[in-house]
């Protein structure tokens, strides 16, 4: 049988390129979780609050996008509740129902790039943006660094459960001790190893390196990048005093 790493390739390839992603990251950042463009944008705003749960429905990532909505509902509730609560309330409210519904949906786009995104095609992508190697080894190192804490976490919390350690049980004043410092101690060696795998693969070299994963923009790609241009263009007009809606 004829191994195809083409056809390999195309089946792991992500529903838009990183280079999309990134960019709607980006747009993301500053006018959902940034506030950019206040009032006016908002319409734009709550397209772009359902793009990352639209795309992470495409790419059936189920546990991330009804965690997702779950917080976002939690927020907008605690927004719509706001009035009807005494005043102590009525700002703490506020505040836990501005802070989720503006920074859950940018964290979900990170999660959705993180989970979707394989470390070649990441730097591929920087590769091709003509980045600096100054940029690109950092936060290739730190794009494997959080799903691998991750794991840790769970090893250590599966280790604490084997030995009856848990929050409110007989040992909660341990959990300190045998938790947080063992994770302490794993995210210091996961660094370091990180860091010696991404030189051991080339990525300090002078020479340029090659890549086997095959990234570029497909019809979604430039639907995605003109929906952003588009956002970047009515915040523009919006400032220049011309009203869209």
Same mark, same amino acid.
């Given at each position: 049988?004829?191994?195809?790493? !083409? =056809?390999?390739?195309?089946?792991? +390839? %992500?529903?838009?390129?990183?280079?999309?992603?990134? $960019? /709607?990251?980006? #747009?993301?950042?500053?006018?959902?979780?940034?506030?950019?463009?206040?009032?006016?944008?908002?319409?734009?705003?709550?397209?772009?609050?359902?793009?990352?749960?639209?795309?992470?429905?495409?790419? !059936? =990532?189920?546990?991330?996008?009804? +965690? %997702?909505?779950?917080?976002?509902?939690?927020?907008? $509730? /605690?927004?719509? #509740?706001?009035?009807?609560?005494?005043?102590?309330?009525?700002?703490?409210?506020?505040?836990?129902?501005?802070?989720?519904?503006?920074?859950?949906?940018?964290?979900?786009?990170?999660?959705?790039?993180?989970?979707?995104?394989?470390?070649?095609?990441?730097?591929?992508?920087?590769?091709?943006?003509?980045?600096?190697?100054?940029?690109?080894?950092?936060?290739?190192?730190?794009?494997?660094?959080?799903?691998?804490?991750?794991?840790?976490?769970?090893?250590?919390?599966?280790?604490?459960?084997?030995?009856?350690?848990?929050?409110?049980?007989?040992?909660?004043?341990?959990?300190?001790?045998?938790?947080?410092?063992?994770?302490?101690?794993?995210?210091?060696?996961?660094?370091?190893?990180?860091?010696?795998?991404?030189?051991?693969?080339?990525?300090?070299?002078?020479?340029?390196?090659?890549?086997?994963?095959?990234?570029?923009?497909?019809?979604?790609?430039?639907?995605?990048?003109?929906?952003?241009?588009?956002?970047?263009?009515?915040?523009?007009?919006?400032?220049?005093?011309?009203?869209?809606?």
């Amino acid at each position: 049988m004829e191994y195809s790493s !083409k =056809q390999s390739q195309e089946k792991r +390839r %992500g529903f838009i390129d990183p280079r999309t992603k990134l $960019a /709607l990251i980006l #747009i993301l950042a500053l006018f959902v979780m940034g506030g950019l463009g206040g009032e006016q944008m908002q319409p734009l705003k709550m397209i772009l609050s359902a793009l990352p749960f639209a795309l992470l429905l495409a790419e !059936k =990532q189920w546990t991330r996008f009804f +965690r %997702g909505v779950c917080i976002l509902v939690c927020g907008y $509730a /605690l927004l719509w #509740i706001m009035p009807y609560l005494p005043a102590v309330l009525s700002y703490f409210a506020l505040f836990c129902g501005g802070i989720l519904t503006r920074f859950v949906v940018t964290i979900m786009m990170g999660e959705y790039v993180i989970a979707t995104t394989s470390v070649s095609e990441f730097i591929s992508a920087m590769e091709k943006l003509c980045m600096p190697q100054q940029v690109t080894i950092p936060l290739s190192v730190m794009f494997r660094l959080f799903p691998t804490i991750g794991a840790e976490w769970k090893s250590i919390r599966r280790a604490m459960r084997m030995r009856g350690i848990h929050l409110g049980g007989a040992k909660a004043g341990q959990v300190v001790e045998y938790q947080m410092v063992p994770m302490m101690t794993s995210s210091v060696r996961i660094g370091e190893e990180l860091s010696a795998s991404a030189l051991t693969r080339g990525l300090g070299a002078p020479v340029k390196r090659t890549n086997i994963c095959r990234i570029g923009f497909r019809a979604q790609d430039y639907l995605m990048l003109v929906g952003c241009l588009f956002v970047v263009c009515a915040w523009i007009l919006e400032m220049c005093g011309v009203r869209l809606w």
